[in-house]
C-alpha cells in the first residue's frame, strides 16, 4: 500500500545524516576541548540539575507534547528526539564560535551545553508547527538552518542591540512560533481532490491514549518551567523571583484554560488541546519579565491574560489559520508559544517603560527592547521564509500530501490492522 | 446523544473559576509579598529540589495514579491539575494566616509554596475518592471546604494540642482519606432502574493501557515518596533516617502487593490495581515514624504489614464499601491511604508509649498524638459530610448518575467510536 | 480460559516470596544498623539526588523500556518493580558482607543503596531478555542467584583482579545481557505443533500505544544515563568528563539509530524498536572509558560506532538469535547491552594500551583489563546457564510455551475481549 506516493528515504536519510555526523565529529575533534577541571563542585552540581530537567524538557516534554495526533505519535517522539541530539550539538559549537570568534579551540562546559539544550528547544518548537508534514531529511535541515539564525539572532540582540542574555533567550518563543508557522505555510498544500475526505479528517484527530500522552509531556513541561525560566538568571534573588513567578502564572493559566475552554463549546464541554495549548501560555507570557516582577499578582495575571488568549487563539485559528492561511497548525503552536510571547514581550516592555517614569535614563533601553523584540519576529519569519523554499526543493524527497501526519509513511508498522 | 441529562456547565464553570481566580488575585495584589532575598543559596537549591519533586508527584503522581478506569483517564488528569493549581494558590495565603494571623503582609517563600503543594495533596487524595462523580465545579467547592479545613486542623494540632510539624502533615492521608470516602458516601445514589447494567460495569473496568498509565502514575509516587516523607524534618540525621525506612517500606510493601495479590484470585492472577494502591501504602504507614525508627527492619515490616492490610481492604472493600455502604471507591483511596495511613498513626503511639516505658515524662505527649489522629479522622469526616451536604446542592449542576465515570460529560470527544 | 495450561501460582507465589520477606526482614533485624549522622549535609544532598536518578531509571526507565511486545505490557513494568524492590535489598546486604566480611554489624548508607540500586540493575537487564518466559517466581530466583554472582564477580574483580571501582561496575552490561541470554536460552522451547501461529507471532508484535510507553521508559534512561556513568568516580574533573562523554556519545547514537534504521527496511521505513535498543548503546559504549576520554570527538565516534552495531545488531538477531539459537530477543538485550557493552570494554582496553606506550609500567594493568572483561563475561554465562537449569526445575511451575508472552498468564483481566 502506499507504494507509489511516497520516494523512498531508504539511502537518502542514512546519506544525509551519517555526512551530517562525521563533519560533526571532524568539526569537534579539531576545534573543541573540554573545560578545564574548576574548583567549584556545588556550583556543578546545580548546573548538571538544570541541565538535567531542561533535557527531561526537551526530550519528554516537547516530544510528547504533540502525540496527540491519533496517527502520528511515533513521529512526535521519535523526530523530536533525533532533532533535538542533532541542534545539541550544532549549538555547542555556533554558540561558542558567536560567542568567542577569534579563539583556536572552543572550550564546552556544562553551562555552555545547558544553553544548547536551551537553544535547541527552539527547534523542537517550530518542529511541533511542521510535524507531520515533513520527512527527516528536512527536519534536519530546518534544525542546522533554525539554530543558525537563532544564533545569529542572539548574536545581533547581545553584540549589537546589547540586550542581556536572559531577555535574548527568552525570546525564543516568538521566534521559534513564527519561524515555524512560516516554514508550515510553506509546506501547506490543498488536498488532491480524489482523496477520501474522512480519512484525512480522521487522521488530525484525537484519541483517548494519544490524548493522555499529550498531557504526559504538558505536564512534563508545566512542571520544569520554572528551571526554564529562572536558569540564566545569575543573582539569587532574581532566580527564587523568577521562580516564584513563574510558578504563580502557570497555576494561574491552568484554572483558567481548563475553566474557559468549556466556554468556547455549545455544550460546556472541555477540550484537552486547547487546554494542553494554554496551561503552558502563562509560562511563556511571564518569561520575559520574570526577575522584574516583586509580587504575585503581576504574574497571576499575565497567566490570566495567556490563558484566555491561547484559548481564544486555538478556538479562532481553526478558522484564521487552518482554513484561511491554511497552516494547519493543529498542535497549537501560535495558541502555546506565538501569541503569549508576544504577550509578554509587552508586558516587560511595559514594565521597562514604567520604571522610566523614575528613572528617565533607561529610556534608551525601552526602545532597545521594542526593536529586540521585533528583531525575534522578523528574523523568525525571514529564516522560515528561507527554510521554507528550501525545503519545497525536490531533493528532499517530501512526502506526499496525501501522507501528512501519518506514521505509516516514515514508521515500519508489523500491518496495517495493528492500528490502535 | 446524552443531552437530556447533563445541565449545561457552558457558563457555569468559567463563572465560578473566574470569579474565584481575580478574587485570588485581588487578594495576593493587597496581601502578599515575596521573601526578600536572603544569602544562603545552597539551602535553596535544596528547597526547590524538593519542591519539585512535589509537584511531580502532585502532577503526574496523583494525575495518573486513577486513569485506570477505562473510561475516565481524561478527567483523572486533567481536574487533578485544576485542583493542584488552584489548592496551592488557596493553600499560601491560608498556611500563612493561621500560621502568623496578625501580620499585614503574608510573606511567600519558597518553603511556603512547598508547604502549600504538601498540603493540596490532600485535595488530590480525596479526589480520587470522589472522581466520576463530581463536575468541575463540585470539585473546586470541594477543594476550597477541605483545605480549608485541613488548614484548620493543622492549627488545632499545633496550637492546641501542641504536636510537631512532621506528624502533623503526616495526618493529611487519613483526613483526606476519611474526608473523601464521606463526600463519595454523599454522592452515591442508586442507579436508575432501566439503565443499561452493561455499560455500567464496563465503564468501571480496567483496560490495558490506561493501567499502564495508572502504573506511571503509582511508578512516580513510588520513586519520589522519601522526599515527600522526608521534607518537613529539619535535622540532617533524622532526614536521612526518614530516607531509609521510607525506601524499605516501599521495597517491601511492593513486593507483599505483588505476591499477596495472587493469594486473593481463585487462579492465582495478579491484580494490577490492588497491587496500585497496596505498593504505596508502606510509604503511607511508614510516614508519621519515619525519623524515630532507627534499624531498617522496623519500617520493613511496617511496609509488610501495610501490604497485607491495602490487599486485604482492596479485596474486601468491592463487599463492605461498594456493595454495603455504596461509597464506589474504584480507586482504592481507603486500600492507599486510609487504613495503611491509621497503621502509621498506631505505630507512631506504639513507638512513643515503647520510649514512656524510659521515660515516663513523656508519657502525656503520647495522649495528645492519639488524640491528634483522632482529630484527624474526626474532623475529616465531619468536613466531608459538610461537603457532602454542600456538593448535593442543586446550584452545581452535578452530573446525572448514568453519567458517573464518564469522560463524555465533561470533554469534547470528535466522535463517540474514537474511544480506545 | 486456559485453566488446562497454567499450574496455579495461587499459593507458590506468595508462599515463596512472604517467607524470602521475612528471612530477609530478620537478617536486616539482626545484623544491620543505619549510618551515624555525618555532618556533611551538601554530600547527602548529592548521593540522594543520584540516588533518586538511578531509581528512575530502574523503575521507569527499564520498566518500560520492554512493553512494546503488545500483549505484556503489565507484566514488563510489574515484574520489574517486584524484582527491583526484592534485589536491592539483597544487594544492600550481600555488598555489604562482601565488602566487609568480618564486621558484626553491616551499616546501610546512602551510597550504599545506591550501589545496590545499581548492582540491582543487572537483574532488571537480564530480565528484560527472559520476560515472557517466566513465572514471577522464576524471576525471583533468578534475581537471587544472579545478584549472587554479580556480587561475587565484583568481589573477584576487586579484591583478586584489583580493578578499581568504577570498571568492575560498568561490566554490569556484558555480564547482565550474557547471564539473561543464557537464560533465556535454556528457557527456549519449540512450540507445540498444533498451536495457532498467527496468536504466536501477533504476540511479538508492538503496537502503537505500547511502543509509546517503550519509547518513555527509553527516553528516561537516555536522560539519565550520564548520572548513571559518573556516579561511581570521586573526583570532579572525571566526573563532569564522564558526563559530557556520555552526553555526546547518547546524542550521536540517537541519531545514527533512527538514520541508520531506515537503511534496513527495503522502503526506508524507521523500526521504532530497533531506534529503542540503539539510541542507548552510546551510553553503554561510553561506559567504562567515559572518565579517560578528554575530546568529545572520541566519545561521538564511541556512540556512532554503537549506534551500529546496535541496529546491526537488532536487524541480524533475528536470524541468528532467534531461529539459530531460538533465544528469542525480542526486546534487544543483545542489542543494547551486549555487543556494546564488548565495544566499551575493548575501547577501554585499547586507550589503556595506548598509554602503555607512553608509560609502560601500566602495562600490566592492561592485562587485567582484558581479564576482568572476560570474566564478567564468562561468570554472566555460567551463572546463567546454572540459572537457566534451576528455572527449568518442575518446581516452579514455569508457564506453558503456549502461554509465553502473555499478560493473561499473570494478571486478572476484566475479561477477555477488552484488550487494547
Not at 539564525?149 to 545581533?156: M, S
Request: charged share 10%; glycine share 8%.
Amino acid at each position: 500500500m502506499g507504494s507509489k506516493y511516497p520516494p523512498s528515504v531508504r539511502c537518502w536519510l542514512p546519506l544525509w545524516a551519517l555526512t551530517l555526523e562525521v563533519a560533526l565529529i571532524l568539526i569537534f575533534a579539531f576545534f573543541t576541548t573540554y573545560d578545564v577541571p574548576s574548583g567549584n563542585q556545588k556550583q556543578i552540581l546545580g548546573t548538571y540539575q538544570v541541565l538535567q530537567d531542561f533535557t527531561v524538557m526537551a526530550a519528554l516534554g516537547f516530544g510528547f507534547l504533540t502525540t496527540s495526533l491519533r496517527r502520528h505519535g511515533w513521529s512526535s517522539v521519535g523526530f523530536n528526539l533525533f532533532m533535538l541530539a542533532l541542534s545539541v550539538q550544532w549549538a555547542t559549537l555556533l554558540d561558542a564560535v558567536l560567542e568567542q570568534p577569534f579563539q583556536k579551540k572552543v572550550i564546552i562546559s556544562l553551562s555552555r551545553i545547558r544553553l544548547a539544550t536551551m537553544s535547541s528547544m527552539s527547534v523542537l518548537i517550530s518542529a511541533d508547527a511542521v510535524l507531520g508534514k515533513a520527512n527527516l531529511v528536512q527536519l534536519m535541515v530546518m534544525a542546522l538552518v533554525e539554530m543558525t539564525a537563532f544564533g545569529g539572532t542572539r548574536w545581533i540582540s547581545r553584540q549589537i542591540i546589547r540586550v542581556n542574555s536572559h531577555e535574548v533567550t527568552m525570546n525564543i518563543f516568538v521566534f521559534a512560533a513564527y519561524f515555524g508557522l512560516t516554514v508550515s505555510w510553506c509546506l501547506s498544500r490543498a488536498l488532491p481532490s480524489g482523496l477520501d475526505k474522512k480519512v484525512q479528517t480522521e487522521k488530525v484527530q484525537m484519541a483517548r491514549s494519544s490524548c493522555l500522552f499529550a498531557m504526559l509531556g504538558t505536564l512534563f513541561l508545566w512542571i520544569f518551567w520554572p528551571s526554564f525560566n529562572s536558569a540564566l538568571l545569575v543573582k539569587g534573588s532574581e532566580r527564587k523571583n523568577a521562580v516564584f513567578n513563574t510558578y504563580y502564572a502557570l497555576a494561574v493559566s491552568a484554572v483558567t484554560a481548563t475553566s474557559v475552554s468549556a466556554l468556547a463549546h455549545p455544550q460546556g464541554k472541555i477540550n484537552l488541546i486547547h487546554v494542553h495549548s494554554a496551561m503552558l501560555a502563562g509560562g511563556v507570557a511571564v518569561g520575559p519579565s520574570c526577575h522584574l516582577i516583586s509580587s504575585p499578582w503581576l504574574s497571576m495575571v499575565l497567566g490570566l491574560m495567556a490563558g484566555l488568549i491561547a484559548i481564544g487563539a486555538a478556538k479562532c485559528q481553526l478558522v484564521c489559520l487552518n482554513r484561511v492561511l491554511e497552516i494547519q497548525d493543529y498542535s497549537g503552536v501560535h495558541a502555546t508559544f506565538g501569541l503569549p510571547g508576544l504577550l509578554g514581550g509587552f508586558a516587560y516592555i511595559v514594565m521597562m517603560a514604567h520604571q522610566v517614569y523614575w528613572n528617565p535614563l533607561i529610556g534608551y533601553q525601552v526602545l532597545t527592547d521594542v526593536g529586540d523584540l521585533c528583531l525575534a519576529v522578523a528574523m523568525g519569519m525571514a529564516s522560515g521564509l528561507l527554510t521554507g523554499v528550501i525545503l519545497n526543493l525536490k531533493i528532499w524527497r517530501a512526502p506526499h500530501e496525501a501522507k501528512y501526519f501519518d506514521d505509516q509513511t516514515f514508521w515500519e508498522f508489523p500491518h496495517l490492522a495493528v492500528g490502535l
